[in-house]
């Protein structure tokens, strides 16, 4: 295999980033009138928008564990694991920063609700997380595999004991990242769990990627997987309670929308993958390496970073289905050309937060 590059990660990536960036303005702006899930075209929109947060916490664990993986190829992998580390505090400054309402707090209104948890905050302390779990598993692959399958298992199998809980005892800052009390859109617990599933796939792919025929055996692993945890996940559940009387089974299988969703993914990756070749395009997979651009420049325009005027408060849930159509299509358009031409990425911010961070590291 001459290119050893996974194309269709950054395939992936770009259809969750446009799939979120239209989820987020239809959700947004459209009228409320028209939210009706007996309507066939809002609830398979609401369907598959459902699927977007999964799938970009997935494919985060997988591309970020197999990137670790083939830097241990090159002996590299402490120096993986520490750009893991200020990538992943880079997310949670991101992820707080464009929550900041500089003006409310210049004219005095002060709030914590900047501090609540979004995708950002999540994904930077999942990856923190696989870092700090491979150290653990003194970098041995085959360990840290198993431990990755059986952590992602574990935390969606109990989703049901923790989902409402508040911990109010603990620090704000720290207790918005495990609940959702105070406002947070995402916690590390159950989402961490689609990224250990991703770190799983991640070590299957650099144990198995130059084997023979590996491609057909993934694609159609992904496809008979997903299958079964959409359409069979649940009964599955509830035999196991009945045959072991173990509640906790009894409760996922009650509520189970995190295995399904799993499902979900494993059959766009089954999908994409098939039509690598195909989707391989530059514009594709130039959308799919600005995830994080693209995510910060809607997050302003939508909700109206820093200034608290975006398209929440200028048009708000005014848009009929069909304005919210062209809107969507018009809007992703607008983000994608911001993204590519008016703005020259993260690196300068990324590349002063490394020198802070390392600073920091001396002093400490």
Not at 36 to 44: E, K
Not at 162 to 169: I, N, P, V
Not at 311 to 331: H, Y
Request: with cysteine; aromatic share 18%.
């Amino acid at each position: 295999m001459k290119n050893k590059r996974l194309y269709f990660i950054d395939i992936i990536r770009a259809f969750a980033i446009l799939m979120m960036l239209q989820g987020h303005f239809v959700d947004t702006l459209l009228a409320t009138q028209y939210r009706d899930l007996n309507s066939i075209p809002f609830s398979v929109w609401s369907y598959f928008r459902g699927i977007t947060a999964p799938t970009f916490f997935t494919i985060s664990g997988l591309i970020f564990t197999y990137l670790l993986l083939k830097a241990k190829e090159k002996k590299e992998t402490n120096l993986r694991m520490k750009k893991g580390l200020i990538r992943g505090c880079f997310l949670i400054f991101v992820g707080y920063l464009i929550r900041i309402p500089i003006f409310k707090f210049l004219i005095g209104e002060f709030s914590t609700y900047f501090l609540v948890i979004d995708v950002l905050q999540c994904i930077g302390l999942s990856l923190i997380s696989i870092v700090i779990l491979y150290y653990l598993c003194n970098k041995k692959t085959i360990l840290f595999s198993i431990i990755t399958l059986l952590l992602g298992f574990t935390i969606f199998l109990t989703e049901r004991i923790y989902f409402d809980a508040s911990f109010e005892g603990l620090p704000l800052v720290i207790s918005n990242f495990i609940s959702k009390a105070n406002g947070s859109v995402f916690t590390i617990i159950p989402w961490f769990g689609y990224v250990a599933f991703g770190a799983f796939i991640a070590t299957l792919f650099h144990r198995y990627l130059k084997q023979p025929k590996f491609k057909t055996i993934i694609i159609s692993s992904f496809a008979i997987t997903g299958f079964v945890l959409i359409f069979y996940s649940t009964p599955i559940l509830a035999s196991i309670y009945k045959l072991t009387h173990i509640k906790i089974f009894l409760f996922s299988a009650g509520y189970n929308y995190l295995f399904t969703r799993l499902g979900n993914v494993l059959i766009y990756f089954a999908f994409f993958y098939s039509l690598e070749k195909y989707l391989k395009l530059p514009l594709i997979l130039k959308i799919g390496q600005k995830t994080l651009s693209i995510y910060v420049i809607h997050f302003i325009i939508i909700y109206g970073s820093f200034t608290g005027i975006g398209l929440n408060t200028i048009i708000g849930k005014t848009l009929t289905p069909i304005q919210a159509v062209f809107g969507a299509i018009i809007f992703l358009i607008c983000v994608c050309i911001i993204s590519f031409y008016y703005v020259k990425t993260n690196a300068l911010l990324y590349a002063h937060f490394r020198r802070l961070f390392d600073k920091l590291k001396r002093i400490f």
